[in-house]
């Protein structure tokens, strides 16, 4: 983990919580790192909780639950934002997230990335959303065969999304 390297150290730690009878707050916090610096709220708040239970003055606990409260009212944010078509404040709310995510060195959602470029195309930001489509590997990790010519979008992902990556994969 001190290398930044999140997702290994968290199945790491996902592993010695496993075999150890009884958890140690060090490994949970641990744990709960990794899974701040990987975008998973849900499960670095769990895992705060089961630290706090055992030892409610652990600082370093209590310093990390801050910073995931902070990042999960960013998402909030995000999400209000977003539902009201205030694309400015939805992309600052989104900006905020991913800086508390680099802060802790850790790795951007693919998710994230993907509301980004969502987001330039709702702005009509074509050349931005163009940007972000590229720098986003997504395309070539899950999309790897010519299925892509027959997925169906959905709401949350516009169909000039699917056909930037399709363009700007196969011809750039």
């Not at 490994?27 to 998973?40: D, N």
């Not at 995000?78 to 680099?102: H, P, S």
């Not at 990335?113 to 899950?142: C, H, P, Q, Y």
Request: aromatic letters at 8%.
């Amino acid at each position: 983990m001190g290398t930044k390297r999140f997702r290994p150290a968290l199945e790491d730690c996902q592993h010695a919580a496993t075999l150890q009878s009884f958890s140690s707050s060090k490994t949970l916090l641990r744990l709960a790192r990794c899974q701040f610096a990987l975008g998973s709220l849900i499960g670095a708040s769990s895992t705060i909780k089961d630290i706090l239970a055992v030892e409610p003055s652990n600082t370093p606990a209590l310093q990390l639950r801050e910073k995931v409260k902070s990042l999960e009212r960013h998402v909030t944010n995000f999400e209000a934002a977003r539902g009201k078509k205030d694309w400015g404040l939805a992309r600052l709310a989104l900006d905020k997230c991913v800086q508390a995510i680099e802060g802790e060195g850790g790795e951007i959602p693919e998710e994230w990335r993907i509301k980004k470029a969502e987001l330039e195309l709702a702005r009509g930001n074509w050349e931005g959303a163009s940007m972000t489509a590229k720098s986003v590997d997504f395309f070539l990790r899950f999309c790897s065969s010519f299925e892509i010519l027959t997925v169906t979008p959905s709401a949350s992902t516009p169909t000039r999304l699917i056909s930037m990556f399709y363009v700007g994969v196969f011809n750039s």
